[in-house]
């Protein structure tokens, strides 16, 4: 199981007057307003803030370091945490410096101009590869801004990326902060000794990242719900005509292989029969049909009301429901029922009910009212809760051990 055992959380760190580097996960979604990038959801500045008001209420020079976004090719001024330090600022009521580059000159000009108490958000990590390949070099460089590590950034802990893995393994004083500590202890129950049934819904775009982790949880399920762009490539590995679907062609054997391994554990997996499609993402409205009569040049955007209704009487029989991944591309009206929909179910079920994930976090707040405080545990990570619940070691989280 995992624990927080021999890691040193910011409590005891000597930080006092330190340059204390935070890795937080401020990969929030954005929305697109008359050209400009505005947050829609602002859960995962306000979960690290006990961690950043701690650091500065004992005097430290907070560096505050994010990825946003999966920027392709450097510099994406669309991917610019820039609204993420205006937010911020609000939040905290104090001034957040901001350089314009995470290493060199620009960062380091501002993080040793930096007072006790005072704070500042380095630009998105991602604008540099070598982020992305824990590289030594670039850990090296964000070193030098520091004097001690501090991971507070649950949803990416499973990354093996230089500000998650390549920095600590060279900062001597290192350890987690608030939000690490608090998501440890509110999975722990459906970590190791979930109540049965237990099921987990999947759904969400990061199919090739998430669809492997499917097998091995196999092992932890009764039930294993699929929706989302994740279900368009399990149908198509059933042979089904996805049509303009997303679907991830190198990942249609490895579908079979879990369906396979599925029925060999007993897992009961539930795939939709009805799905909501459309010409195109910006369609302004979507048709109900089956899955087997997707027509010609239409997509699956949301599952349909048949699939919801069918994935409901798991939900109604779950005593432990982990969820990762919208059922669809809720962010447009007309392809939002199916996910508002799990997210009504869930929320009146009497089973211990999780979800993680950036987006989907966002997506139950937007489900109705006092749909999202009736979870038991919204999560701030999903691929991060999902690899821990499926019993893997997360190097974010091993490299901080002593
Ligand atoms: N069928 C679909 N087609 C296109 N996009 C989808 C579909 N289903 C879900 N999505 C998108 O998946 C995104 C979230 O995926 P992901 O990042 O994996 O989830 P989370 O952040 O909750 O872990 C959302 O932006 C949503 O619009
Ligand atoms: O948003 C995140 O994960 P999630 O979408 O699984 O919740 C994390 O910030 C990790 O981002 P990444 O999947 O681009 O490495
Ligand atoms: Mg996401």
Request: net charge neutral; aromatic share 4%.
């Amino acid at each position: 199981m995992t624990t927080l055992d021999r890691i040193t959380t910011i409590k005891d760190l000597p930080i006092e007057n330190k340059r204390v580097f935070i890795r937080v996960d401020f990969n929030v979604p954005l929305e697109e307003e008359n050209g400009k990038q505005v947050i829609a959801d602002d859960a995962r500045i306000r979960e690290a803030l006990p961690t950043i008001k701690h650091a500065m209420e004992r005097g430290a020079r907070v560096i505050l370091a994010s990825h946003l976004g999966r920027p392709k090719k450097g510099p994406d001024p669309k991917l610019s945490l820039e609204p993420v330090g205006a937010r911020l600022a609000e939040l905290l009521g104090v001034e957040v410096h901001l350089p314009d580059d995470c290493i060199g000159d620009a960062a380091k000009k501002v993080v040793y101009d930096l007072r006790a108490g005072q704070i500042c958000l380095l630009e998105n990590l991602r604008f540099h590869a070598e982020e992305e390949k824990d590289d030594e070099t670039f850990a090296s460089q964000l070193a030098q801004l520091c004097d001690v590590y501090v991971d507070d950034a649950f949803g990416a802990v499973h990354r093996a990326h230089a500000s998650v893995h390549a920095l600590p393994k060279i900062v001597r004083e290192r350890g987690c902060g608030f939000l690490l500590e608090k998501e440890i202890a509110a999975l722990g129950k459906i970590i190791t000794n979930p109540d049965r049934p237990f099921v987990a819904v999947l759904g969400g775009a990061k199919v090739s990242d998430k669809i492997a982790v499917l097998e091995s949880l196999l092992e932890k399920i009764d039930v294993l719900v699929i929706g989302g762009a994740m279900a368009n490539t399990f149908l198509a590995a059933q042979g089904i005509n996805m049509k303009s679907s997303k679907i991830e062609e190198d990942k249609l054997a490895l579908a079979r292989t879990i369906l396979e391994k599925a029925k060999d554990k007993k897992v009961t997996v539930a795939l939709p029969v009805d799905v909501v499609v459309a010409q195109s993402i910006e369609s302004r409205e979507g048709k109900v049909v089956d899955v087997g009569s997707i027509p010609d040049h239409h997509m699956a955007l949301d599952i349909g009301p048949r699939s919801l209704a069918e994935f409901q009487k798991h939900f109604d029989k779950a005593k432990s429901v982990f969820w990762n991944g919208p059922m669809g591309l809720f962010e447009k009206k007309p392809f939002s029922n199916g996910t508002f929909g799990v997210a009504r179910a869930l929320a009146d079920s009497k089973a211990f009910t999780v979800i993680g994930g950036g987006d989907s976090a966002a997506a139950v707040k937007d489900a109705g009212d006092g749909v999202a405080e009736k979870f038991s545990h919204i999560s701030t990570g999903g691929g991060a809760s999902l690899e821990l619940i499926e019993g893997k070691k997360l190097p974010g989280i091993e490299i901080l051990r002593r």
